[in-house]
């Protein structure tokens, strides 16, 4: 069995994910940067509390992301 091919990898130093090592991680992470910020703009004009859950929910669905396809996740100290 070959090793997963992990869209995000670790960060060096912390804890979470850096950002996308591969073109997977990428078609994800510009959609969904440009989701957030015309949704944003559009629900802010609606209601400041529901841009607020939108931007949890989109939150979400990316931490989401990157533990099902990102190496996983650990505090570290570097090399």
Known sequence: MSDPQYWFRAKR?????GLPATW?????LIPWLL?????????????REGSWL???LM???LVGVCYKK???P???WGE
């Open 59 to 61: 939150v979400a669905a």
């Open 70 to 72: 990102g190496e996983p």
């Open 54 to 56: 939108f931007f949890a």
């Open 74 to 76: 650990r505090w570290r």
């Open 24 to 28: 997977q991680g990428w078609a994800f």
């Open 13 to 17: 130093y912390g804890w979470g994910w």
């Open 35 to 47: 989701v957030l910020v015309a949704g944003s703009r559009f629900i802010a004009a609606i209601s």
